[in-house]
C-alpha cells in the first residue's frame, strides 16, 4: 500500500487542530506532543497498525499504548477520526471536563482503543513489553492463526528517562520481543526546557546495548516515517526503537520547538497563527468532510482481517479467563484432615501447585526472589526467548519493571499474571501497583517476607508501614491470611476478582495451622477465629503472622477468667464492603471500658483505630526494625503473650 | 606506591574467613559478595581509598559505599581489620544479633566508616552520585585544599539492574562526575542463578551511552586489580566502571560460582573445605597477628594526609551546616502585615527567596518540573558539569534517582538538599523516602500538586493514599501548610530538624491567608486556628487546602447557632510529640456524641480516626479522583461547606 502524502498532510493537521481546540477549550493540556507526533501516527494508524473501530475488543488487534500519556488528544483524536464510536467530538469538545471520558491523561476504563492508562511516565512503555509478552505467550499456545500481532509504543523522552525504562527494555531484548515497536517522540525538549538541561545519554546505544534494534526517521516527512515504520514492521527478531525526530508543537510557528508548547494551551493568538500555518480554516473542533471521510476509510483498514480472523478461530475470547470454582477444595479438605505448619509463603506455593496445575493461564514469576517469594511450581517453565509457551518469568532484579509488565500481561488478557518479591519492595513497584488497582486489572502480588518476622536482614528490609499503606490504595485487595488455609482461601478470591489486583502479604516464617474448619471464612474479610469461652472483655483482632500471637494471648487470658474473642481479619477491605450487621456482630459498638478492642499487627499502628476504637489498644510497630533473629525481634518489640497480656490488664484495670 | 602480593593474598582472605565464619556462627546472611570482592577491597583500602580509621568524620575522606549491601560483611570486615574502634571482633562474632552494630545490612547510624545504609538495591550506588556531587560543589565553594575526595563504590549486578542504576549514572554522566568510582562486582550469579536467565544486557556498553568510561580488570590478580584502580583514579573527567570480573564465594571450593553462595551459611563442611583451599589455620574470628598488623598499617595511611588537612584548613567542619534562627521573620512579619492569597507552592517558592538567600548550603532541583515545584530561586543557579558552585539541580525525570541524590548529598555533609516532584510520584522515590528516615538525614521533599486540588490532569496525578501512606512511615515528618504563614513555618520546622527528613505536601491552588499571628503555630503540628463563638458543639481538623474549608464550614455552622473549632494540622507527627495536656486541650476526651470530631483532608480518611475517634465523622476521599477542574472535583466529591454542614447537621441530629 503506497500512502499519498497529499492526502497525508491535512489528515495529520486533523489532529493538530483538534488538539489545539481541545486544550484551547480546556485552557489545560499538553498540545505539544500531538501535534510533534501528528505526522507519525498518521502513518501508523492508516497503514501499519491492525485495528477496527467497530470491533475494539478482537483479541488480535494489535495493541498501540500511548506511554507519553500526557499527549492524550491524539489518541483521543485518533479514535475519533478513525471512527469508534467513543469519543464523539463533543467529548473532545468537553477534554478534562467532568463526564467526559477524554480525560487529562487516557484511561483505560473510560475509552475502548485506550489499551491503558497512562500519564506515570515510563510505565506505558513497560506494561507494553507486558502485553508483547502475553501476545507471544498465546501464539505458542495457540498458534498464529489464533495470536499474531503486534505492539506498538508511542514514548516521549520522559518515558525514556525513567528508571523503570531500564528495566523494561532489558526484559523486553532479553526475551526477544521482536513485536514490540516503541516510536520515540525524539524532539528533545522536556518540561524544564531542552533535555540538553539533564541529559546527554545517547539512547541509540543504550537501546542497543539491551538488545534492541534502533531505527530512525525525520517524524515530519511521510515517506521516511513509512520507510522506517515498514523496516520496523519487518524486524521481528528483536524489539525496536524508532527514533523519530520531531519538533514539539510542530504547527505552532512561534512556539514550536520550546517547553512552552508542552503543557498548556497556546492561546488564542497562537492557534489563529496556527491555523493560518497549517492552512486549516474549519470552525473549532469541525473536520472538513474530505478529510473526516480519509481517515474514516482508514479506520477501516482492518475489518477484513478481523472478519477473517472471526471465521478462522469461530470468534475465540481470549479475554476474559475464567477460573474453576472450587480448584482448591480437595486441598483444602486435605490440609484440614493433616494440618500443616509452614511459612505462608510456602502454603503460598502449595495453593500455587494446585492452581497452576488447573489453570493454564496463570503466568508466574519473581523478581530474582523465586526461591524466596516461593512463585514457581512444577507446571509453570520457563518463558524464554527460546520457548515462549513457558509459564515462569525470572523478571530480575526489576521489580517496577514486573510489576508493570503484569499489568499489560493482564490488560492484554488471556493470562492472569502473578509476581513476587519482598513487601518492603512494594515500594520500588508501588505506582505500578496503584495503577493495576486504577485500571482494574486483575494483577496478584506476591509479597512475602512481610514483617519484623524476616529477621536477620534488619530494618532496609522489613516492612513497617507497608503493609498498612498499600490497604490505603482503593481498589487493592491487600491479603495477609494467617495460615495454610487462609492463604488458600486468599488466592482463592484474589482469583475470582477479575476487576481488582491483589496483595498477598506473605510470611518468612513457620505459621501453625489454626484453622479447623473449611469454607471461605476470609471471603468476609474478618472472622471470629475463636469464641470467648469466659466472660468476653476482650476482642483481639489480628492478622496473619500476629494471630498465632493473639490466640496465645487469648489463651492466657482465659486462664485468667478473661473472656476474649480472636478475630482473624485476612482482609480489611472485604470486610468493610461487608453488611453492618456483620460487622457489628464481630465489633459490637460498646465502649473500650466494657469491651476492650485490641488489634495485634507487627506494622503501623495507625488506621487500626478504626477497629479498635480510639481508647482501644494498638499492638504495633510505629519505628524501625533491627536486625536480629525473628523471635528476638518478637519479643524485642512485643509481639508476644507475655507482652500483651499486661497491657490488656492494665486497661481493663485488673 | 608498589602492593606485594604476597601479603596481600593472606589479608584478602583475612575478609574471606571473616566473612565465612560470621554467617556461619549467625547461620543467615551473605557470604558469596564479600569472598569475590576480597581481593579487590584490598587493593582499594590498601592504596587507593583516602581515609583514617581514627577520624572517620574527616570531612575530606573518600567515601566508600557498598552498594551491594547484603555484602555487609566486606565492610565489618574492612573497618575492624583497618583499626575502626567498631566494630570490634566480638561485634562480628555477634553478627546480625540484637545490640551488634554488624547488622544483616550495613546501617549508617551504627557504625562509622558506613556513609550510607544499603540493601533496598541500586540506591548505594545513586546516593554516591549525591555524594560526589556535593563534593565537587564544596570543592567549587572552598576550592581543592579543604575538599578533593573520590567517592568509591561497590555495586553488584542486582544494583546495576534496578531501574534506579538508570536514572543516577544518567546524572553522573552528565554531570561529568569524574571523581566518583564505580567497582562492578561482575559475578554473573544474582540470586535466580546466573545473570542469562533475566539479561542479555552489555552493561559497558550502556555505561559508555550514559557518559561514562569503562574499564575492566581480573578481580583475582592483584596486579589487574592494582592496574585498573590506577586508571580509575587517574581518571576524572567522567565517572568510571570498573567491571571487576570475580568469583562468587571465591575460595568456598565446591560453592564458589553458583547462587547457592549468596545468601546463606556454607555450612561447617564448605567453611573447612573453605579454609583448606586459602590455607587459612586461624581459629574462627582470630587473624594472625602479621596479617592484621598488615591491615593496621594500611588503616595508617590517611593519617598524615589527615593531619596536613587539619593544619591546612584549620580542621574546618563541613559536616554539620547551621541554620540561622529567625531567618524568616523578616518575611513573615511582612506577610501578616500584607497577606497575600498564593498556592502554597508558590508560597514555598517566597519562603525558599529568602532562605536560599540566606543558607547557601541549600541545594535546590526538581525532577523536571521547576516551574511547577516552583523550586529554583535567584540564588540558585545551576550546578552544571561547568559550574559546580551553582546550586540547582536539574534532575531530568528521574525522581528515585533525585530522591537517592539527595540522601548522598545529606550523607555527604556541607549542603542541605531540596527537590520537588509531584506528590503523586512520591510513589516513584517512596523506599529513597524511606531511606531518608531511616538514615536520619536532612532531606527537604517539595511535593507540590497535593490533592485533587491539582485539578484536569486526573486520576493517575492526583494523589489519595500518598499523605496518609507517608504519614506512616517512622522518623519522617509529613508537613502541609494552609497558607503562607504555615507554609514559612514549616519551611523552618524541616530545616531545623537535622536528624529528620521532611515532606511539603503543597497545593496548586491558590489559597488564602488564613493566619493573622505570628509565632510558629506550626511547631505544635496542629492547633487551633479559630475558636468556636457558640457553644461548642463541633471540632473541625483539616489540613492544607482544606483548612480553607473548615474555616468556611465553621462560618456556617456558627452562622446556625452551633459553636465550631478550627483546628489546623500541617504535621501529625509533631502533634504527636506534643504533652497529653496540650492534645487533650485542643481534642477533649469527650465523646463525638457530645463533641463531635470531623476532619477534612482530601485523601485517605484510614488513619483519621485517631483523631475524630471511631464515631466521628471523616470526610475525606477513598477512591480515585476524576479530570476536571479543581473547583468542579472539590464539589463533586464534597469538600464543600455546603456538602459538609448537612453532614455534621445529621450527625449532631439537628
Known sequence: MTLNPARLAPMANAIRALSMDA?????????????????????????????????????????????????????????????YERPTIQDIANFRQIGSPCAGHPENFLLDGVECTTGPLGQGLAMAVGMAIAERHLNAAH??????????????DGCLMEGVNHEAIGLAGHLGLGRLKVLWDSNRITIDGSTDLSTCEDIPARYRASGWHVLACDGHDFADIDRALGEAAA?????????CRTVIGKGAPNKQGTSGVHGAALGADEVAAARAELGWSAAPFEVPAE???????????????????????????????????????????????????VATRKASEMALEVLTAAIPSMIGGSADLTGSNNTKTKATLPLTAQDYSGRYLYYGIREFGMACAMNG????????????????????CRNAVRLSALQQTRAIYV?????IGLGEDGPTHQPVEQLMSLRLVPNLNVFRPCDTIETAECWALALADTDTPSVLALSRQNLPQLRTEGGNLSAKGAYRLRAAKADRKVILIATGSEVEVAVATADALEADGIGADVISMPCMELFEAQHQSYKDDLLPNVPPEQLLRVSIEAGSTMGWERYTMANGLQIGLDRFGASA??????AKFGFTAEAIVPKIKARLGI
Request: no cysteine; hydrophobic share 40%.
Open 23 to 83: 486544550v484551547q477549550a480546556a485552557n489545560s493540556g499538553h498540545p505539544g506532543m500531538p501535534m510533534g507526533m501528528a505526522d507519525v501516527a498518521t502513518v501508523l494508524f492508516s497503514k501499519y497498525l491492525k485495528f477496527d473501530p467497530k470491533a475494539p475488543d478482537w483479541p488480535d488487534r494489535d495493541r498501540f499504548v500511548l506511554s507519553a500519556g500526557h499527549g492524550s488528544m491524539l489518541i483521543y483524536s485518533l479514535l475519533y477520526l478513525t471512527g
Open 143 to 156: 498458534g498464529a492463526d489464533v495470536v499474531d500481532h503486534d505492539t506498538w509504543v508511542v514514548a516521549g
Open 235 to 243: 524486524l521481528t527478531d528483536k524489539p525496536v526503537l524508532v527514533e
Open 291 to 341: 478529510i473526516l471521510s480519509d481517515w474514516r476509510e482508514t479506520g477501516q483498514r482492518g475489518a477484513k482481517a478481523r472478519a477473517e480472523w472471526e471465521q478462522r478461530t469461530s470468534g475465540k475470547d481470549l479475554g476474559v479467563v475464567p477460573v474453576p470454582e472450587g480448584a482448591l477444595d480437595d486441598y483444602i479438605a486435605g490440609l484440614l484432615a493433616e494440618p500443616k505448619k
Open 409 to 428: 500481561m493482564a490488560l492484554h488478557g488471556g493470562v492472569i499474571p502473578y509476581g513476587g518479591t519482598f513487601l518492603i519492595f512494594s515500594d520500588y
Open 447 to 451: 509479597f512475602t517476607h512481610d514483617s
Open 629 to 634: 533473629p525473628a523471635e528476638d525481634l518478637f
